[in-house]
């Protein structure tokens, strides 16, 4: 039903298939109002290309005209839709006036007599002024009431939403509990009070921990979020579907959609919109409209600016630079701000889904930036996984990246004195041998500093503290002398300990070690030991890019499940001759696998089938009935 | 020739007038090859907009074909152009060739024959690697050039270029010298190759040290600048022209200009524009082109992004938000970040021209935000012009503003024991009669601080110590007690000394006070002193306009030039009748003024001819040949 194309963390381009199309998301769902058409759902589809739009089946419920309608001509028909058509229930509506006349049963039923492609469940709206232990009581009707419709879909599929106000545990729990439920999508609802206040700090956290309980494989759709301004974050976080009365509504009342906010028209100094909806038109022609046509110039440059905005992410997903977009768009309110500087509290959730690497340069828009995963999970794995490689460290300043090159006569000298040349860097301390990793040499700062990173670089000398070095100094008090060294050897296995770990690493490193390097820079190529080619290092991230041999090692000597992912026995003569490990073959998988890491795919007996990259994590791999699990690169051969 | 229409700090929106026409600033201008036309000079006129584009002289006198026709039909007819044309010298084919063939008496006389409306000088290309006493100089020879030019240029403008590569006291000295030449427009030239080398730490530093040497009523052309990622940054630091080859010499390499950096076709993943130039086209159609249409179709995307983002720069200057879109804008590149960060090294220039008050309230962006002059001013202000008015001070935690409102059984609670409520904000320590002005009241920080924002408020506590208060404790443990208090007089006198100093208040504020309130919101409206009503305080800044009867005071009390602007005497008779102070009729003023001060308009005798607003500060109403001086709210009468 639901697959993934590419990923960039949380966020990802998916493809969502119904009975009336595939949905190509993140997508937004223009809302129609089946009375009255701002934008007739044909132009919809044909001029701004929306594949699926969401009506009330609740409004249609309450006229006699349209009922009938609807339920002998059937949705599309009424609507002149080609596409998908989602129905919203009359929660909306209970949260605006305070009930509605229907039951969960008859809306769930009436949804599916009128041909509505995804129905959604009469869930209770949790208002954010709510108690607890209110919230509580109503996400157990909610669930109930989900499960009841989730079992009398038939081909109609069913939207289960997430409540509980403003309560993450809440809205975890009641998100896991939907994980057993036959439920196809997830809108997030209650949340459109918390934009209207621009609470978007508990927003994310409203967010983060509905995706912390939901299973992977559905998508999920931040119900009422229709302004361009919040989608990229929203995408970064993991939404999937959007949807948008706005467009129409803020239209009617003369309301502009701008990425940096909305604009009364009557407060608007400029037009200075060369949308398809306004070119050729000032400010003062755009006044001059009729009520009718304004509000239709309107709504249509309302769209086109969601649809820009949707496209410009979709296009920094595929580069991978989907945060510096939203850092960017974060700057438009200092809610917005706040939001971002939410995402602080939740790295540990982000970093399980952080790819280990990109093909892009890190840019830092500003201190928010330090909430990056790559931050943490450099911190993490340098206190975890470097081991010394002497037992003195000469500490250098940030510098030109890679500080090798930079430093390259300083670092020499130190290094025959029998020292760890160590740059204390907006990361933290940079020993010599890690210096050319993502994201420490693919990343760009700016000259001037900030507090944050000066903080950050103070406390590296601490950091470099706990690793034990009996001697620490400062670069430029090193004296001559002549102790061996192998800075390939070095380089290496700290890369191959920050990657594997230092167990996995001790393995593969054993024996006569050879290292092949480019002959242009010198950089390290392919890892030999004792005449086999286990590692080769990726000039793009300077991370290893395992071997089949190296795997063995890994095998041999790693027990358990370090970097595994188990494949089902079907799949086991494919995926040992190379072919790719698919989602709906993958028993079991390391939970410490992010994704593009190295991984082993291996049979129910831990036998070794192939290397390759995962794209994916553990809870993913398992819930996801299609799309790649590992990218395998090479596999052992037939088996 | 050049008049501001609008300003917001260094920006500015004018006018200048050529004699072919007005040109509307900020602009750009587009650079035309005379050789080949990507988009005709009509095409920018008509379909663009453009009121004035560059070509080069020095091409067209070097082809003999062109030399001759430019010669006889002039440049309009060459070009099919109806706006104005300026042309440049052949400096920047000297910077990339090594030297041209031509002398700077050549090159002048003959940008007057074909009819240049704004001739170039031949000025020496300070190039950034340069050493000092080299380009000291090339600045010499340059200025030489400069004078010449000016001598013989007739009816032909004059651009006169700053030089001095990257020494900022170099660009001061250059940029001053020419303050006495007959010069019409200033470029900043040999920047071109710090932008292409990111290096806009620099241009900063280059820019500014140009704009404190040069005369304000010119316009100034950043040469070589136009990329859209620049040009809000450029603006902000007071730049009004612009011109581009880029956008037709990337559209000839494939490269596309986005606002958040530049692409090349073949790196692009997705095509998302809807401009005119790209809609309808997909990446792959784009890329199916030949190559003269695909050429033509990116050179007029290229000029799209272009317009759109002065367009946005303009409707940005008008609201008084252009800070928030260059902070915006320099998250694009860490090195655009940089260059933000920069600003804070400016503070004393930039605060000079920095508005008393804006319309809006200040959005926070980040901790760059800090390098607005409005934190400066604020702390400077607190530091010279507040006096406590009791002996102890009640500390208070950043709150809701106004801190007055959110806090105000608080507030009431400790001022009955004697003590004055201090708030420890982002700004610095707010004492509760400053709580409402301009941005204390009219500023939206994010909900999670910075390390920045955090140091400052700690530091608030030892500046409210500088202040002598003899006890000073913490909101929570405060007793109640009952001394006298009056916190309408306190408010008034606090926002009088803030804003006119102190001695200028204490003139104001005798004998027998009273306040008109606002009946709804209890804030005040009026301040009577005497009977007579002497201040008015604005319900949108929290600050005073300045009446006829508190000026008279001010005269009487403060001599010297606090807060005058002395106007020559053939405007007195409308001056005091309540019209406009231009500059032409400026003759001193104070050089403490800053725009939207309240200001005293006076005879050459320190007679009140009236009150009202200054636009301009000092140096601009005396360089200004058109334009406000100062919006007049009262005059005395007849004199």
Chains 1, 2 share one sequence.
């Not at 909610?142 to 403003?166: F, H, N, P, W």
């Not at 509905?210 to 998508?219: T, V, Y």
């Not at 977009?325 to 952080?354: D, I, S």
Request: overall charge negative.
């Amino acid at each position: 039903m639901f697959e993934i194309i590419r990923r960039d963390g949380l966020a990802r381009i998916g493809k969502f298939t119904t009975r009336a199309g595939v949905l190509e998301t993140p997508a937004l769902l223009p809302v129609v109002n089946p009375k009255i058409f701002t934008v007739t759902p044909r132009e919809l589809h044909e001029e701004f290309g929306f594949e699926a739009l969401i009506t009330n089946s609740y409004i249609i419920r309450s006229s006699e005209d349209l009922r009938k309608r609807a339920q002998s001509e059937g949705l599309r028909t009424l609507l002149d839709f080609p596409g998908i058509v989602m129905t919203d229930s009359g929660t909306f509506q209970s949260h605006m006036y305070g009930e509605v006349e229907v039951t969960n049963e008859e809306i769930i039923e009436f949804q599916k007599s009128i041909g509505s492609d995804i129905g959604t469940v009469l869930d209770i709206f949790t208002e954010p002024f709510w108690t607890k232990s209110e919230t509580a009581a109503s996400i157990d009707v909610t669930l109930e009431r989900t499960e009841y419709a989730a079992s009398v879909k038939d081909e109609m599929m069913i939207a289960g939403v997430v409540q509980g106000s403003v309560y993450p545990d809440l809205r975890e729990m009641c998100a896991r509990r939907m994980r057993s439920m036959d439920i196809d999508v997830h809108p997030i609802g209650g949340v459109v009070p918390l934009m209207e206040q621009y609470r978007y700090e508990e927003l994310v956290d409203v967010i983060i921990s509905s995706k912390k309980g939901l299973s992977p494989d559905r998508p999920v759709h931040l119900f009422g979020a229709g302004h361009p301004m919040i989608l990229s974050l929203a995408v970064l976080l993991g939404c999937d579907m959007f949807d948008s009365a706005s467009y129409a509504k803020f239209a009617r009342d003369d309301r502009i959609m701008f990425i940096d906010g909305t604009y009364r028209l009557e407060d608007m100094l400029s037009l200075d919109c060369k949308c398809p909806a306004c070119i050729g038109h000032t400010l003062e022609t755009l006044k001059a409209l009729s009520k009718d046509e304004r509000t239709r110039t309107i709504a249509r440059h309302n769209l086109y600016e969601i649809t820009k905005e949707l496209a410009l992410i979709r296009r920094y997903i595929l580069e991978g630079r989907l945060w510096e977009l939203a850092e960017q768009r974060c700057r438009a309110h200092p809610e917005l701000l706040g939001a971002l500087r939410k995402l602080g509290e939740h790295g540990e959730f982000l970093e399980r889904h952080e790819p280990l690497s990109r093909d892009g340069a890190m840019f830092y828009t500003g201190t928010e930036t330090r909430n990056r995963p790559v931050f943490r999970r450099y911190r993490e794995r340098l206190k975890e996984r470097y081991i010394p490689f002497t037992r003195k460290a000469a500490l250098f300043p940030e510098a030109g990246r890679p500080y090798g090159r930079h430093y390259a006569e300083d670092f020499r000298r130190v290094r025959s004195s029998g020292f760890t040349p160590v740059v204390l860097s907006p990361f933290g301390p940079v020993p010599a041998e890690l210096d050319e990793i993502y994201p420490l040499a693919q990343s760009l700062f700016p000259g001037i500093t900030d507090a944050e990173t000066d903080a950050c670089v103070k406390d590296a000398v601490s950091l470099i503290r706990e690793k034990g070095y009996e001697e620490i100094i400062d670069m430029n008090s090193v004296t001559d002398g002549n102790e061996i060294f192998d800075p390939l050897l070095e380089r290496a296995l700290a890369v191959a300990r920050y990657q594997f770990g230092a167990e996995a690493a001790a393995a593969m490193f054993s024996g006569r070690m050879e290292f092949v390097t480019s002959r242009n820079t010198g950089k390290i190529r392919n890892v030999i030991s004792n005449g086999e080619h286990i590692l080769s290092m990726r000039a793009g991230d300077g991370l290893f890019s395992l071997r089949i041999e190296g795997a063995e090692r890994m095998i041999a000597s790693v027990p358990g499940e370090h970097m595994r992912v188990v494949v089902s026995d079907d799949a086991i003569p494919f995926v040992s001759e190379g072919r790719n490990v698919f989602c709906a073959f993958v028993k079991e998988c390391d939970p410490e696998i992010r994704p593009m890491e190295e991984v082993l795919a291996v049979n129910g007996n831990g036998k070794l089938l192939a290397v390759g990259r995962a794209m994916l994590v553990r809870d993913e791999m398992l819930s996801f009935k299609k799309g790649i699990a590992v990218k395998v690169r090479d596999g052992v051969g037939k088996v």
